[in-house]
C-alpha cells in the first residue's frame, strides 16, 4: 500500500497576527469615537433629583418669532371683509396696513385704536411698538398710523 504524504502548506502566523492588530485598532478607533462623539449625546439629559425625570440641559423655549406673532394677532382680531398687509419692520417697531372695505362708514383711524394690543398681550415678547394704519379699499389712500406700545 501506497501512502503518500502530502505536505501541508505552512501557516503563515504573520497574517493571523496583522488581522488581529487590525482588531485591536478598530476596537480602540470606535472607543475613541465614542468618547469623543458619543460621550456629549449621552450628557445631554441629566437626573433631577428632587422629581427623578430626565431633563435635557439646553433651553427648549423656541426663539419668539415677531412676525408670526403679529399675523396670527391680526388674524384674530380684524372683523370680517377686513384685512391686514403683512407686518414691515420698521427702526423702531413694525408697521401693519390694515384694509377697510368700501362699504364701512366711520372713522377707519378711530377704528384702529381697538386693534392695539393689551399689557400682558404675548405679543409684546418681542415687539416695542406696532404702528396700525388704514388704507381705503377704493382709493387706496393711507390714514394716519396710529402707533401702540405696551405701557
Known amino acids: 500500500m501506497i501512502v503518500s504524504t502530502v505536505d501541508a502548506p505552512p501557516l503563515d502566523r504573520s497574517r493571523a497576527r496583522s488581522g ?8 480602540a ?3 475613541l469615537l465614542f468618547c469623543l462623539f458619543g460621550t456629549p449625546v449621552l450628557a445631554q439629559y441629566q437626573e ?3 422629581d427623578g425625570q430626565a ?5 427648549l423655549r423656541p426663539p419668539v ?3 408670526a406673532n403679529l399675523r396670527t394677532y391680526c388674524r384674530d382680531r380684524v372683523p370680517v371683509g377686513w384685512w391686514c398687509s403683512d407686518p414691515y419692520r420698521l427702526s ?3 408697521r401693519i396696513v390694515v384694509t377697510v372695505p368700501s362699504r364701512w362708514r366711520g372713522n377707519p383711524s378711530g377704528a384702529m385704536l381697538n ?3 393689551p399689557r400682558g398681550d404675548p405679543v409684546w415678547e418681542d415687539v416695542p411698538l406696532i404702528e396700525f394704519q388704514s388704507r381705503d379699499e377704493t382709493n387706496k389712500q393711507l390714514g394716519a398710523p396710529i402707533t401702540c406700545r405696551p405701557q
Do not use: M, S, T, V
Request: aromatic residues 18%; hydrophobic residues 35%.
Open 20 to 27: 488581529q492588530r487590525l482588531a485591536i485598532w478598530c476596537r
Open 29 to 31: 478607533g470606535f472607543a
Open 48 to 50: 433631577r433629583p428632587e
Open 55 to 59: 431633563r435635557a440641559r439646553y433651553n
Open 65 to 67: 418669532d415677531p412676525l
Open 92 to 94: 423702531h417697531g413694525f
Open 115 to 117: 386693534f392695539c394690543p
